[in-house]
Antibody
């Protein structure tokens, strides 16, 4: 069974560093792109970027380029999303999702989400 | 950059009704369009991929159609659990909008 399990909710201050995680299981981790999606409170979904675990090839939305870093650890089948300096506007739910092997490809499996709250 | 326009933003219907949600791309995206359902506080769930292919385990009352720039998600015979939010996503290009704005389906 494919599962993506994300790290717990975080409460941080502006300027803080943060790295959240997404641990994959139930499939060959290095063979599927993993993406990150932001959902601000009461808003729609925003595609942030995607990474191919086998070679760590990462692609970013222009809106998030330079604002976050997406990485993976192949030894633990885990993808990461990190901020060097959080802003209040980073408050949102963040989802990781696997890009499927099917036509498209869409995101066929999703993590449960990590709520990040940034407040002074 | 691709712009995605999803409509309507909200929709009221009754159990048993048939509803249609539309997603329009600003340029030809072929069949690279997918539909998701999102319950409150939960992750999105893939319903339809490549415009018209039903994901395994999704009830057959969900149907997707379209190609090029205009796509529709049709839900026939609405069930209580269908009253939630739906998103479209294009996977043709990472430049511009990848997701539509979302449609909230409410009980009339």
């Amino acid at each position: 069974e494919v599962r993506l399990v994300q790290s717990r909710a975080e409460v941080k201050k502006p300027g803080d560093f943060l790295k959240i995680s997404c641990k994959a299981s139930g499939y060959r981790f290095i063979g599927n792109w993993i993406g990150w999606v932001r959902q601000m409170p009461g808003k729609g979904l925003e595609w942030m970027g995607i990474i191919y675990p086998d070679d760590s090839d990462a692609r970013y939305s222009p809106s998030f380029q330079g604002q976050v870093i997406i990485s993976v650890d192949k030894s633990t089948n885990t993808a990461y999303l990190q901020w060097r300096s959080l802003k209040a506007s980073d408050t949102a739910m963040y989802f990781c999702a696997r890009q499927g092997d099917i036509a498209g490809p869409p995101f066929d499996y999703w993590g449960q989400g990590t709520l990040v709250t940034v407040s002074s | 950059d691709i712009q995605m326009t999803q409509s309507p933003s909200s929709l009221s219907a009754s159990i048993g009704d048939r509803v249609t949600i539309t997603c329009r791309a600003s340029q030809n995206i072929s069949h690279y369009l997918h539909w998701y359902q999102q319950q409150p506080g939960k992750a999105p769930r893939l319903l339809i991929y490549s415009a018209s292919t039903l994901q395994r385990g999704v009830p057959s009352r969900f149907r997707g159609s379209g190609s090029g720039t205009d796509f529709t998600l049709t839900i026939s015979s609405l069930q209580p659990e269908d009253f939630t939010t739906y998103h479209c996503q294009q996977s043709y290009s990472a430049l511009g909008d990848v997701f539509g704005q979302g449609t909230k389906l409410e009980i009339k």
